[in-house]
């Protein structure tokens, strides 16, 4: 099954697909984790889409498509894959379906007061990776695996994401439209106040596993 997780940043896409990954056994492949490991790396890509993502900003098309083509192309691909933040515009999709075929595009929505609230508030570990909210650190600025100060993405940052969620109004939410008329589109509306197992038991029955 090749997927297309789409949705707002924030709403979840990763989490779920995480989850899925490990019931399927086939790939998450997130653009948005390739090209902070780039920027960790300090390649001419990762350079490149630095001064984009930090202001919130897409990274240009060029550079993505690229990185995409290249890993849909792996051993591991070839049972299926779950694409997490790309396509983000209706110009990706098209150059996607050039070179793949996709089954589903699921649609995670989640409102934005939500999103807001659950981003800026969220620390990442720079050193291992590990990600925590502050509504449950009480208080604690550490990460429980390594002891290493935990700090907010300039990405996270409350105008940050103000913006990054204009940028995926404009930019990203017409691949709604584009999938709904191909008949590729399937949606999930996760309550703000619902677990994730119950949230994910909803992406499992609308993707038809249940």
């Known amino acids: 099954m090749n997927l297309i997780f789409l ?15 490990n019931e399927l056994g086939i790939p998450q492949i997130s653009t948005g984790d390739m090209l902070r490991q780039a920027m960790k790396a300090g390649t001419e890509m990762g350079l490149s889409a630095k001064r984009y993502i930090e202001a919130g900003e897409l990274v240009p098309d060029e550079v993505v498509i690229g990185i995409v083509k290249d890993r849909l192309q792996a051993d591991d691909c070839k049972n299926g894959y779950i694409l997490d933040g790309f396509p983000r515009t209706v110009k990706q999709a098209e150059a996607l379906a050039t070179f793949a ?3 589903v595009a699921l649609n995670i929505a989640l409102d934005d007061e939500v999103i807001i609230s659950r981003l800026s508030g969220r620390r990442v570990c720079l050193k ?3 990600t925590y909210h502050l509504s449950t650190l009480n208080g604690r600025d550490t ?8 700090v907010q993405r300039k990405d996270d940052a409350p105008e940050t994401v103000k913006n990054r969620l204009s940028v995926y109004a404009v930019s990203t939410a017409p691949l709604i439209d584009y999938y709904e008329k191909l008949g590729l589109l399937k949606t999930v509306q996760c309550a703000p106040t619902a677990t994730v197992e119950e949230n994910y038991a909803q992406v499992r029955q609308t993707l038809g596993l249940v």
């Open 128 to 130: 291992c990776g590990a």
């Open 143 to 150: 990460c429980a695996n390594c002891g290493e100060k935990l």
């Open 101 to 103: 075929k996709i089954d």
């Open 7 to 21: 949705g707002p940043p924030g709403a979840g896409k990763g989490t779920h697909a995480q989850l899925l990954m």
